[in-house]
């Protein structure tokens, strides 16, 4: 099929387009490097996944990878990272995304230990929009954290944007769903029982950006090894049990600490949907939502985005174009 570059194994049609350089960033699927394209010089973030790389599940390793290419073929949010062109080989697959010049969102807050309050909002909102958007379209990440998030630039004020979509999960319509059309002549009780909690798969979306806004509020996790003597990992999350520790969190608002509180509730059910958190009293801030859209959205399609063509900027669906919501 496709043509091999006869020194490095790159296809011939990627490495015409591209000129690859350094490696930028390390995945579980395989590795990030900076390219540029040679028609317009313009920096890319080439993202190469190896279909060999895991013999042993090799099927699941291309199934999510191939989910994963779906979906990111399939978004359109400016807070979701977003693919510019694609190639494949028979070991490979190369995705060229927009380069996100400010790296994770991992580093950042390893840098500054704390992100100081307002920053931490901006972008956090964006998150919930993103991660709004995502759930509208059927879609739930299942694995938001720092190093999933990247930012624009090196300004506090930038846009972030979420990626690595191949743990993610794509919402059908489920057997269940359709049990639930029909008469229940014959039906069985606990099918309705186990329908009560059907559905919520999406709850553990909202629960990792607790987490993430946790770490970028405080500079340390809600959860890690020996922080409760006896208690695993495990065991502090099922527990719900976290500390606010004094010196980290004296400065931090009792809005914040509020949100993360009612997004790190054990029971899905009880917990903040993104929805929710999207209404809480501490993302009721016009000054942040103005900042914030005016970075997403920009009315001027020279400034943020420099990738984006005038188009993007309001082609984004509105929550309300969500397809009908389907089960899980
Ligand atoms: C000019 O050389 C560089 C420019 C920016 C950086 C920081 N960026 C990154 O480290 C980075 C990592 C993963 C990514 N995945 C998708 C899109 N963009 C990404 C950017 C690293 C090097």
């Not at 490095?8 to 699927?29: A, D, F, Q, R």
């Not at 994963?68 to 694609?86: A, M, N, R």
């Not at 990792?208 to 020996?226: K, Q």
Request: net charge negative; glycine share 6%.
């Amino acid at each position: 099929d496709l043509m091999v570059d006869e020194q490095s194994n790159l296809p011939k049609e990627l490495s015409e387009k591209y000129m690859i350089t350094k490696k930028i960033g390390v995945g579980v699927c395989g590795e990030v490097k900076l390219a540029f394209e040679r028609a317009t010089c313009k920096k890319v973030a080439l993202k190469t996944i190896n279909k060999k790389d895991f013999p042993a599940s090799v099927g699941t390793a291309t199934r999510s990878a191939e989910r994963e290419i779906q979906i990111l073929q399939k978004i359109d949010h400016p807070c979701l990272i977003k693919t510019k062109d694609f190639f494949q080989t028979d070991d490979s697959y190369y995705i060229v995304l927009e380069l996100m010049e400010g790296g994770e969102l991992y580093d950042r807050v390893k840098s500054k230990q704390q992100i100081k309050e307002p920053i931490a909002k901006l972008y956090f909102y964006q998150m919930l929009k993103a991660v709004e958007y995502l759930h509208n379209n059927g879609i739930i990440h299942r694995d938001l954290k720092p190093e999933n998030v990247l930012l624009s630039s090196h300004d506090d004020v930038c846009i972030i944007k979420i990626t690595d979509f191949n743990q993610s999960k794509i919402l059908e319509e489920s057997a269940l769903m359709r049990t639930l059309c029909g008469t229940p002549t014959y039906l069985a009780p606990e099918v309705f029982t186990d329908a009560v909690t059907v559905g919520y798969s999406r709850a553990v979306d909202a629960w990792s950006l607790g987490v993430v806004l946790f770490v970028c509020l405080a500079g340390y996790p809600p959860f890690y090894p020996n922080a409760r003597i006896g208690l695993s990992v495990s065991d502090q999350i099922t527990q719900g049990i976290y500390t606010f520790i004094p010196s980290k969190w004296d400065g931090i608002s009792d809005d914040a600490k509020d949100v993360v509180k009612k997004l790190l509730r054990v029971d899905p059910n009880a917990r903040l949907t993104i929805e929710e958190a999207l209404q809480h009293p501490w993302l009721m801030d016009e000054a942040m939502k103005e900042t914030a859209e005016g970075i997403m959205y920009p009315k001027d399609p020279g400034d943020a985005d420099a990738t984006a063509d005038p188009g993007d900027a309001d082609a984004t669906a509105d929550p309300g174009d969500a397809t009908a919501d389907p089960g899980d």
